[in-house]
């Protein structure tokens, strides 16, 4: 993920009245891309306007499994700005040219501005947005830091990023004891589970460790593998049902095998609550990520086993916990929103085409919430009524001092779903964890995470959660 300071360029930033040529807006962005600072690759990625180019419109879902293509770089939905909905469902190949598509059947744009990815190297999709419906066509790939702000790059951090060995280590194996070494001394402990609504801090705290003493988790390693296996074996002990969407990504690094594993608790009804965490960690020599992302994904390995474990009437909505794989990127330490939330865009994506999404009442992410001294800012993306809902929430609980009243604004896999416009909470608190020099090194280790902050995180979800049921019931 990325702190809030950014720069968004539009295309009806180069030109009047939204008339812009294809090649000199092209240009345009390029250079402006460039002047904030961009690394080159992003830059080059985002010069993605490409007039007069037919696409074709798969009918099927079918169509881009068959090329082991994932189910967002196949379909991909665009809103107006203005409220105007409208539904696009572009699969084709980077070898497509302005007179054909690679396959399907020919969808030519009658006039106007086609926008979509050039990728880079040949053989990525091309994410395609139709100029008709809109005045203003942002573009995702066109995010670029400002220069001189602290990004992913933080100045604490590698410039670049390490490879992780795709041979890391199971619990019990001696490198994951040596990531792990020995229990922290604690200054902090969880409440008693009947003073946190259930929610075990201790618990969810433990499940943190065990998560870390895999060692390093990159995407498309053989530790992530190990780390999916003990998440779906915890999810299933639990009582959950468990769906698993193995896909592939393309990525700079070429295509990586991802998986997303979501565990469903089914309502009376047909809305759905979206809990959401990823489990890859940095793809850096030595990273377990303790905080990110393990102290997420514990808290919600926790909740899945409250909200999964019998004797417990339906609630109206389904809950779904979604642990999300490629959320960090692949190729550079750089944020880079095209190299990054993979899988969260890959469920949006596979929710969008499914019509699942339309009944998704709230998404609530969760991602660095264990540190100790931990603040966690209202969400100025979310809107007003889901932060005031947990925020109260919190409140009620006597924690303010954590969920505090300043806002802030960060990229993370919270944005697939913004762009689609469901109602959705980023709980994060990247800020602090920069400034204490821990965020994406190897010193975020277990000693960092705090059972007390994850049992505070925990027991307001848990509490929104049925705040959200009293509400779409």
């Given at each position: 993920?990325?702190?809030?300071?950014?720069?968004?360029?539009?295309?009806?930033?180069?030109?009047?009245n939204?008339?812009?040529s294809?090649?000199n807006?092209?240009?345009?962005?390029?250079?402006?891309?460039?002047?904030?600072?961009?690394?080159d690759f992003?830059?080059?990625?985002?010069?993605?306007?490409r007039?007069?180019?037919?696409?074709?419109?798969?009918?099927?879902?079918?169509?881009?499994?068959?090329?082991?293509?994932?189910?967002?770089?196949?379909?991909?939905?665009?809103?107006?700005?203005?409220?105007t909905?409208?539904?696009?469902?572009f699969c084709?190949?980077?070898?497509?040219?302005?007179?054909?598509?690679?396959?399907?059947?020919?969808?030519?744009?009658?006039?106007?501005?086609?926008?979509?990815?050039?990728?880079?190297?040949?053989?990525?999709?091309?994410?395609?947005?139709?100029?008709?419906?809109?005045?203003?066509?942002?573009?995702?790939s066109?995010?670029?830091v400002?220069?001189?702000?602290?990004?992913?790059?933080?100045?604490?951090?590698?410039?670049?990023?390490?490879?992780?060995?795709?041979?890391?280590?199971?619990?019990?194996?001696?490198?994951?004891?040596?990531?792990?070494?020995?229990?922290?001394?604690?200054?902090e402990?969880a409440?008693?589970?009947?003073?946190?609504?259930g929610?075990d801090g201790?618990k969810?705290?433990?499940?943190?460790?065990?998560?870390?003493?895999?060692?390093?988790?990159?995407?498309?390693?053989?530790?992530?593998?190990?780390?999916?296996?003990?998440i779906?074996?915890?999810?299933?002990?639990?009582?959950?049902?468990?769906?698993?969407?193995?896909?592939?990504?393309?990525?700079p690094?070429g295509?990586?095998a991802?998986?997303?594993?979501?565990?469903?608790?089914?309502?009376?009804?047909q809305?759905?609550i979206?809990?959401l965490?990823?489990?890859?960690?940095?793809?850096?020599?030595?990273?377990?990520?303790?905080?990110?992302a393990g102290s997420s994904?514990?808290?919600?390995?926790?909740?899945?086993?409250?909200?999964?474990?019998?004797?417990?009437p339906?609630?109206?909505?389904?809950?779904?916990?979604?642990?999300?794989?490629?959320?960090?990127?692949?190729?550079?330490?750089?944020?880079?929103?095209p190299?990054?939330?993979?899988?969260?865009?890959?469920?949006a994506?596979?929710?969008?085409?499914?019509?699942?999404?339309?009944?998704?009442?709230?998404?609530?992410?969760?991602?660095?919430?264990?540190q100790?001294?931990?603040?966690?800012?209202?969400?100025?993306?979310s809107?007003?009524w889901?932060?005031?809902l947990?925020?109260n929430?919190?409140?009620?609980?006597g924690?303010?001092?954590?969920?505090?009243?300043?806002d802030?604004?960060t990229e993370?896999?919270?944005?697939?779903?913004?762009?689609r416009?469901?109602p959705?909470?980023?709980?994060?608190?990247?800020?602090?964890?920069?400034?204490a020099?821990?965020?994406?090194?190897?010193?975020?280790?277990?000693?960092?995470?705090?059972p007390?902050?994850?049992?505070?995180?925990?027991?307001?979800?848990?509490?929104s959660?049925?705040?959200?049921?009293?509400?779409f019931?």
């Amino acid at each position: 993920m990325r702190r809030s300071f950014v720069a968004r360029l539009a295309l009806s930033d180069f030109g009047s009245n939204n008339q812009v040529s294809g090649k000199n807006a092209r240009q345009e962005h390029s250079n402006l891309c460039r002047a904030y600072g961009a690394p080159d690759f992003f830059c080059r990625v985002s010069q993605a306007f490409r007039p007069g180019l037919t696409y074709a419109a798969p009918t099927a879902l079918g169509m881009c499994s068959a090329r082991s293509e994932s189910v967002n770089g196949c379909f991909e939905e665009k809103r107006s700005p203005r409220g105007t909905s409208g539904r696009l469902d572009f699969c084709i190949s980077a070898s497509a040219r302005s007179k054909g598509a690679a396959s399907g059947a020919e969808a030519p744009f009658s006039s106007g501005l086609t926008a979509g990815l050039k990728p880079r190297p040949s053989g990525w999709p091309v994410y395609a947005a139709a100029s008709g419906l809109w005045s203003k066509i942002w573009l995702a790939s066109a995010v670029v830091v400002l220069s001189g702000v602290v990004a992913c790059g933080a100045s604490n951090a590698p410039s670049s990023a390490a490879s992780a060995s795709s041979n890391s280590a199971a619990p019990g194996a001696s490198a994951a004891a040596n990531q792990s070494e020995a229990a922290p001394k604690l200054a902090e402990i969880a409440p008693p589970a009947d003073q946190t609504g259930g929610f075990d801090g201790a618990k969810a705290y433990d499940q943190v460790a065990k998560l870390v003493a895999f060692g390093p988790h990159p995407s498309d390693t053989a530790a992530i593998r190990s780390v999916q296996a003990y998440i779906h074996a915890q999810l299933e002990s639990y009582g959950c049902a468990v769906e698993e969407d193995a896909f592939n990504a393309p990525s700079p690094m070429g295509s990586l095998a991802m998986k997303n594993i979501v565990a469903k608790i089914p309502g009376t009804g047909q809305g759905i609550i979206l809990l959401l965490t990823h489990y890859d960690t940095k793809r850096v020599d030595g990273f377990v990520g303790a905080e990110d992302a393990g102290s997420s994904s514990g808290l919600m390995l926790e909740m899945a086993r409250i909200l999964c474990g019998g004797g417990k009437p339906k609630q109206p909505n389904s809950v779904w916990i979604a642990f999300l794989d490629g959320e960090e990127t692949q190729a550079t330490f750089q944020w880079s929103t095209p190299d990054s939330i993979y899988g969260s865009r890959e469920l949006a994506a596979r929710m969008a085409v499914s019509g699942d999404l339309k009944r998704v009442k709230a998404v609530i992410l969760a991602d660095m919430v264990g540190q100790y001294n931990l603040h966690i800012q209202r969400d100025s993306d979310s809107p007003k009524w889901l932060t005031d809902l947990i925020w109260n929430t919190a409140g009620r609980l006597g924690y303010g001092s954590v969920f505090v009243s300043s806002d802030t604004s960060t990229e993370d896999d919270n944005i697939p779903f913004n762009e689609r416009h469901v109602p959705t909470i980023d709980l994060i608190d990247l800020n602090d964890y920069i400034s204490a020099g821990y965020w994406h090194t190897p010193q975020d280790t277990m000693d960092k995470v705090s059972p007390r902050s994850v049992a505070i995180v925990g027991y307001v979800i848990l509490e929104s959660v049925d705040e959200l049921q009293k509400k779409f019931h």
